[in-house]
């Protein structure tokens, strides 16, 4: 058996109140249907709000499922039962809103006027140059 000192204990006691006060970690969450955004209330009273169809495994999820929302792990994280999906309340807060992958393939996949403008114009000139070497 190891033992472990009491300078051990009222350390990791310390480290995990720094945590809990410089982490967010949220008091409630719901889905607002009209608003399409699942809402997150933290513990220091202010709000984080998303739309689901930014995040892996909500985004072809029905309202329905996503509004099957609960906070889990003492307010960092973030469950549906149903999906059987959980996202850190910190991840989210940062972006992360899926796997490295599934991410990097959401990335450019954004469309505007101006990147068809562009398309066209680079096409009218023959396309995207050859690189060099």
Do not use: C
Request: proline content about 5%.
């Amino acid at each position: 058996m190891v033992e472990i000192s009491d300078e051990a204990i009222e350390a990791a006691t310390e480290r995990g109140r720094i945590f809990r006060e410089t982490h967010p970690h949220a008091a409630a969450v719901r889905y607002d249907a009209k608003a399409d955004r699942v809402i997150v209330d933290l513990i220091n009273g202010t709000t984080f709000a998303f739309p689901p169809r930014l995040v892996q495994g909500l985004h072809d999820a029905s309202p329905a499922e996503i509004a099957e929302v609960e906070v889990i792990g003492a307010g960092y994280g973030l469950h549906w039962e149903t999906l059987d999906l959980d996202y850190t309340v910190p991840g989210l807060m940062n972006g992360i809103f899926g796997t490295a992958k599934w991410m990097a393939a959401k990335a450019g996949r954004g469309t505007s006027e101006a990147k068809a403008a562009a398309a066209r114009a680079n096409g009218a000139k023959g396309g995207r140059p050859r690189k060099a070497g």
